[in-house]
């Protein structure tokens, strides 16, 4: 399954989300997934595809971000939320909440003393395939987002991708 670099599709939600962007991209992965996949199934996919490195990446990100102040997520919450997840606005996975959605975007993100970050779920549909993408903007606040962000920024594309392969695999098989 290939993923490849993609432009956020114009007019989405993410792309009006923040006053500023320093930062974005997108990746998407074409596939004949079920016709009833929507947003909210790809955000929870999404959380359930997390490779154990990942994991253990953010749990090392968790506590280093509670020692400097940085908003944090609580993993047994975390389990419950996704449980139950709907994929309404005002509705949180760890520190995603559901900005807005519309039929084919999904946008869940947040915002913290260091930077805001939104980051999408998109499925776009043609006649025999469908498309999906997860599209990431950052806006940076102050130095201490410029800090933060350049120590992510060299791993966020290999995460994204990793959990992106995982993801379809785990859409696929059903």
């Known amino acids: 399954m290939k993923i490849t670099e993609t432009s956020i599709p114009a007019g989405s939600l993410i792309l009006s989300s923040l006053e500023r962007i320093d930062f974005k991209d ?4 074409i596939h004949s997934f079920r016709k009833d996949l929507t947003p909210a199934d790809l955000a929870k996919s999404f959380f359930n595809s997390m490779p154990q490195w990942v994991n253990v990446a953010l749990i090392i990100r968790e506590k280093i971000a509670k020692l400097i102040g940085l908003k944090t997520a609580d993993r047994e919450a975390t389990q419950r939320q996704l449980m139950n997840f709907k994929g309404e606005p005002g509705e949180s996975i760890a520190l995603f909440k559901v900005y807005d959605k519309n039929e084919n975007e999904l946008l869940t993100g947040q ?4 930077l805001d970050f939104r980051l999408s779920f998109f499925v776009l549909r043609s006649k025999s395939e469908t498309e999906i993408i997860l599209a990431t903007v950052v806006k ?3 130095l201490s987002g ?4 350049a120590i992510v920024k060299p791993f966020h594309k290999l ?3 990793s959990i992106m392969r995982r993801m379809s695999r785990n859409l696929i098989r059903g």
């Open 140 to 142: 940076l606040n102050g």
């Open 26 to 29: 997108a990746y998407a992965v």
């Open 111 to 114: 915002n913290d003393t260091h």
């Open 159 to 161: 995460v994204v991708k």
């Open 146 to 149: 410029k800090i933060y962000f």
